[in-house]
């Protein structure tokens, strides 16, 4: 078990939380064998086979993803607009209004989305599988991508890597842009989830709509376990509370016309 968990976490380039879920689910199939007599009741092949976080230090803590003022997030996206980088100017788009993950954005399929909203299907946890309204300045943008994708995605045309992963490629391409920007490390598009959940925040949004609308696990047992979910017209007021000081409309350049080549 302790090999399986370095190969996830060193070959596969999984994050000790991710492998930590991994290993929980195989360790309910142990106990449930131990509940048949099949498996030996005293036998925990589990035992710290998952290495342990290690405590913050000073150095780590700075290493901590920190989010974008709206203002450096225009910056971004005036960056991307600039290069002509549609697909990651879209990206970009798409995430500051939503504050969706980006593997959640690359793998959002047109038939998840309507009119006011998408919902997402392809998430790490059970709190992330949600349904997400669509901001009002976003509708435009992906009304568009829905009617020109050509391969049934809302971000068409992305490539899979080795792991099925849509997204590794503009989230390199993201990486270089901020970078080019000033932006060290410790910024990075999951800073742009922070920014949402930040401007979500200071407008006086309760924790638990923002959890509902970002897809975050909810600790306590009568909202995590028992809550049926905050009414759509909840969540879709609280993200109209999103804004960012965008000078014209250049940003439209990222949608119009696109796919009539």
Same mark, same amino acid.
């Given at each position: 078990m302790q090999a399986w968990a370095h190969e996830?976490? =060193?070959?596969?380039?999984? !994050?000790?939380?991710?492998?930590?879920?991994?290993?929980? $689910? /195989?360790?309910?199939?142990?106990?449930?064998?131990?509940?048949?007599?099949? %498996?030996?009741?005293?036998?925990?092949?589990?035992?710290?086979? %998952?290495?342990?976080?290690? !405590?913050?230090? !000073?150095?780590?803590? /700075?290493?901590?993803?920190?989010?974008?003022?709206?203002?450096? %997030?225009?910056?971004?996206?005036? $960056? $991307?607009?600039?290069?002509?980088?549609?697909?990651?100017?879209?990206?970009?788009?798409?995430?500051?209004?939503?504050?969706?993950?980006?593997?959640?954005?690359? $793998?959002?399929?047109?038939?998840? %989305?309507?009119?006011?909203?998408?919902?997402?299907?392809? /998430? !790490?946890?059970? /709190?992330?599988?949600?349904?997400?309204?669509? =901001?009002?300045?976003l509708k435009p943008a992906i009304r568009h991508m829905c009617s020109t994708s050509k391969d049934g995605y809302v971000m068409s045309g992305l490539t899979n890597n080795k792991y099925d992963d849509r997204s590794n490629a503009n989230g390199k391409r993201f990486g270089r842009l901020k970078t080019a920007l000033g932006f060290d490390r410790t910024y990075v598009y999951h800073s742009l989830r922070k920014t949402v959940a930040t401007q979500l925040d200071a407008a006086g949004i309760p924790e638990i709509i923002s959890a509902r609308i970002l897809g975050h696990d909810l600790k306590t047992m009568t909202y995590g376990l028992y809550s049926g979910g905050a009414p759509f017209e909840t969540k879709r007021d609280a993200l109209e509370a999103l804004s960012y000081p965008l000078a014209g409309d250049s940003h439209e350049r990222l949608w119009e016309g696109r796919g009539e080549a």
């Amino acid at each position: 078990m302790q090999a399986w968990a370095h190969e996830l976490q =060193h070959t596969d380039g999984l !994050k000790l939380p991710t492998i930590r879920r991994i290993v929980s $689910a /195989a360790r309910g199939y142990w106990e449930y064998l131990q509940r048949l007599d099949i %498996v030996p009741d005293d036998v925990d092949p589990f035992y710290k086979a %998952v290495p342990m976080t290690k !405590k913050g230090t !000073k150095a780590t803590l /700075a290493d901590k993803r920190r989010e974008f003022s709206p203002s450096e %997030v225009v910056s971004l996206l005036s $960056a $991307a607009v600039e290069r002509d980088d549609r697909d990651l100017g879209l990206l970009i788009w798409l995430g500051m209004w939503t504050g969706c993950r980006i593997e959640e954005l690359c $793998a959002l399929r047109v038939s998840e %989305v309507t009119e006011d909203r998408f919902v997402i299907i392809d /998430a !790490k946890s059970e /709190a992330g599988l949600r349904e997400v309204p669509i =901001h009002s300045m976003l509708k435009p943008a992906i009304r568009h991508m829905c009617s020109t994708s050509k391969d049934g995605y809302v971000m068409s045309g992305l490539t899979n890597n080795k792991y099925d992963d849509r997204s590794n490629a503009n989230g390199k391409r993201f990486g270089r842009l901020k970078t080019a920007l000033g932006f060290d490390r410790t910024y990075v598009y999951h800073s742009l989830r922070k920014t949402v959940a930040t401007q979500l925040d200071a407008a006086g949004i309760p924790e638990i709509i923002s959890a509902r609308i970002l897809g975050h696990d909810l600790k306590t047992m009568t909202y995590g376990l028992y809550s049926g979910g905050a009414p759509f017209e909840t969540k879709r007021d609280a993200l109209e509370a999103l804004s960012y000081p965008l000078a014209g409309d250049s940003h439209e350049r990222l949608w119009e016309g696109r796919g009539e080549a």
